[in-house]
């Protein structure tokens, strides 16, 4: 591998270049060489279209009955679940209702969000890369992921839906 800095000629699978110490990590990383790949891969989350929809937040010890009927109103797939100090614990979506809750549980109004919940979920900020969302939404198969500030409270909700309508639009 060439060195991009002193071009020393390096072996492959080195880190560092042998001469000079500069990085050779990058050198084997895709680049975006069209405009749609330097949308995807550079362009932060930010840089999407705003959501029509406000983020759908419970707090932590709410039924699942106040949860799914949230969710119904607001005709979304996920409510996020927080603590009291507004930092976000879990979310609970369409796939945990069917999965864990639809057949199991007799009485909503008794079981808590909580109980139910995928807790500690994958989360992303808003400087970060689309290509980020795309990354783990394809190896975890997510529909959706919760966007947080610094504090880890949830400000937004990225979707499948969302990015497909961005590369529906593109090229």
Same mark, same amino acid.
């Given at each position: 591998? @060439?060195?991009? $800095?002193?071009?020393y000629?390096? /072996?492959?699978?080195?880190?560092?270049? #042998?001469?000079? /110490?500069?990085?050779?990590?990058q050198?084997d990383v895709?680049?975006p060489?069209?405009p *749609?790949?330097w949308?995807? &891969?550079v362009?932060?989350i930010?840089?999407?279209?705003?959501?029509?929809?406000?983020v759908?937040?419970? $707090?932590?010890? %709410?039924s699942?009955?106040?949860a799914?009927?949230q969710m119904q109103?607001?005709?979304?797939?996920?409510?996020?679940?927080?603590d009291?100090a507004?930092?976000? *614990?879990?979310? +609970?979506?369409?796939?945990?209702?069917l999965?864990?809750?639809?057949?199991?549980?007799?009485?909503?109004? #008794?079981?808590?969000v909580?109980?139910y919940?995928?807790p500690?979920? *994958? *989360? !992303?900020?808003l400087?970060e890369?689309?290509?980020?969302?795309?990354? +783990?939404m %394809? @190896?975890n198969? +997510? /529909?959706y992921?919760?966007?947080?500030n610094?504090?880890?409270?949830? @400000?937004? &909700? !990225?979707s499948f839906?969302?990015? #497909?309508?961005?590369l529906?639009?593109?090229?």
């Open positions: 591998m @060439i060195c991009p $800095a002193c071009s000629e390096n /072996m492959p699978g080195q880190d560092e270049c #042998a001469k000079c /110490m500069a990085s050779l990590q050198e895709p680049q060489d069209t *749609t790949r949308r995807i &891969m362009d932060p930010s840089s999407l279209e705003p959501s029509t929809v406000e759908q937040v419970v $707090a932590a010890g %709410a699942l009955e106040a799914i009927r109103e607001q005709n979304v797939g996920y409510v996020l679940v927080t009291p507004g930092k976000l *614990t879990g979310i +609970f979506t369409e796939h945990d209702l999965c864990k809750v639809i057949g199991e549980v007799s009485d909503l109004n #008794a079981a808590t909580d109980q919940m995928t500690n979920p *994958t *989360t !992303l900020k400087t890369p689309i290509k980020h969302a795309l990354h +783990f %394809a @190896i198969q +997510f /529909m992921i919760p966007l947080v610094d504090d880890d409270q949830p @400000i937004g &909700m !990225l839906r969302r990015i #497909a309508r961005l529906e639009h593109m090229e």
